[in-house]
């Protein structure tokens, strides 16, 4: 079974500051990894993902993430952060062998960015 | 072109009644999940139907929830004798193919409230 630990319930941010996600992950077999944003009243939205091959992975909107074995961390980054960035983001595995690919997601981070 | 959609967006209903969830998925899609948000747990995972192959339906609570899939496409999740825990939203998601990774798009949602 997999799970995850997503360490900040809330993370509030000056607009342009930098801004980390954490993100840690439990897993007897090897995993694909996720981040999804929710912006107010919509649905998920994929920010990017890591399958395999390099550990730092680019997504949309300026994001990126690095894969981190021995720390079984994903961590969320992005150097300069927008107002339009104010959402709910989660991190979510999946076992990257067999079953169904269903997603186990953390308990999410909202991310307030203040003018 | 069309992503998923869930109807209704929002259900009232009273404790005890019975609510049918519907989802369309993105057409060609083989695989669909049904996720379940609430306050207290966070975005769960319930069932997933991949093609013609037995449901995983490992995530649902209690066996007052069922789903079917019907001709391959559109998905119904019920809940019988709904009780005020079930209050959440469903989220439905669709991928192109199971068996390897397939990025899940989601729907908006169904809003259900149990009063």
């Known amino acids: 079974a997999q799970s995850v630990t997503q360490l900040d319930s809330q993370v509030p941010v000056f607009e342009e500051a930098p801004v980390e996600l954490r993100c840690n992950y439990s897993s007897s077999v090897s995993v694909y990894l996720f981040w999804y944003v929710q912006y107010p009243n919509q649905g998920l939205q994929l920010l990017l993902k890591y399958l395999s091959g390099s550990t730092l992975v680019k997504g949309i909107n300026g994001f990126e993430a690095e894969f981190n074995k021995s720390q079984t961390s994903f961590h969320l980054r992005k150097p300069s952060v927008h107002i339009s960035d104010t959402a709910e983001y989660f991190c979510?595995?999946?076992?990257?062998?067999?079953?169904?690919?269903?997603?186990?997601f953390g308990k999410g981070t909202k991310l307030t960015v203040n003018p | 072109g069309a992503g998923v959609s869930q109807s209704p967006s929002n259900k009232v209903t009273e404790k005890g009644k019975d609510v049918e969830l519907r989802c369309d998925p993105i057409s060609g899609h083989t695989a669909l999940y049904w996720y379940r948000q609430s306050l207290g747990q966070g975005l769960e995972f319930l069932i997933y139907?991949?093609?013609?192959?037995?449901?995983?339906k490992s995530g649902l609570p209690s066996d007052r929830f069922s789903a079917e899939r019907t001709g391959g496409s559109v998905s119904t999740l019920t809940i019988q004798r709904t009780q005020q825990e079930d209050s959440a939203v469903y989220l439905c998601?669709?991928?192109?193919?199971?068996?390897?990774?397939?990025?899940?798009?989601f729907g908006p949602g169904t809003r259900l409230t149990v009063t």
């Open positions: 998601a669709s991928s192109s193919r199971g068996g390897g990774f397939g990025e899940q798009y």
């Open positions: 979510a595995v999946s076992a990257a062998q067999g079953g169904s690919e269903k997603l186990v």
């Open positions: 139907f991949q093609g013609n192959s037995a449901p995983d």
